[in-house]
């Protein structure tokens, strides 16, 4: 076959086609639970992409661990960001500290902390919204959802290309099951916490992605830049 050739999609491929417009992350927590079925189906479909995708539905130990690790790797970048806005020994973009703030003084946490929504799933049935305000009718308990870890064998480009796939696959197949995911890719930006992953958490298998899974009533679409902003 040659680039000029097309080729009928089959039916799976339509179906996750359709629902490119229709998947949404989710940032806040999750009316539990999945189906047990689809909890079973999501690491075929990242298998047929040459990748892992663990599920941590028993495991309350590492999927504890997982949520400290995220939250490390969140508070790393932040304060990552805001050194290189102020001048301190990461970024040295400027030698003075933002306005009211001494370089020493911790960066201030914005959004509900994401250790307490990953570890809600492995320690307790609530989790933190996010910042989302629920419907006035809706009177649902939150729960962190399910965290899974995506993990490839090898670490070359290519592999890279398989987690592209097998996440969006994932993630497809998870919105034709009307579940949404948040991604959280904190620890792996770290060199160190993403070997600790590596080490510790994955099985030696190389991380490529820390995901919650789970049901969501949200209706809210976010608000998108035009294309022509982003791409020239």
Known sequence: MTWDQQVPPLDY???LFDQIAKRRTHRGGFAPPLPDQLLATLPEQATKENAT??????????????????????????????RGQGGGP???????????????????????????????????PMAMDGGQPPDAEEQVVRSAGVVGLLTTSVDQPSDWIHA????????????????????HSQPLEIP?????????????????????????????????????????
Do not use: C, W
Request: aromatic share 4%; net charge positive.
């Open 13 to 15: 491929e339509k179906e």
């Open 53 to 82: 995708l663990s599920l941590l539905t028993q495991d309350r130990q590492r999927a504890g661990t997982l949520a400290a690790v995220v939250e490390a790797g969140d508070y790393a970048l932040r304060l990552n960001s805001e």
């Open 90 to 124: 990461v970024g040295a973009r400027s030698q003075q500290s933002p306005p009211g703030r001494s370089p020493a003084d911790p960066p201030t946490r914005r959004t509900p902390s994401t250790s307490s929504r990953i570890s809600a799933a492995a320690t307790s």
């Open 164 to 183: 592209g796939q097998a996440l969006q696959r994932v993630l497809l197949v998870a919105s034709s099951h009307h579940a949404a995911a948040a991604l």
């Open 192 to 232: 160190l916490l993403r070997d600790f992953t590596f080490i510790h958490l994955s099985g030696r298998a190389y991380p490529q992605m820390v995901l919650r899974l789970g049901a969501t009533s949200e209706k809210a679409v976010s608000v998108q830049r035009p294309v022509n902003e982003v791409l020239f």
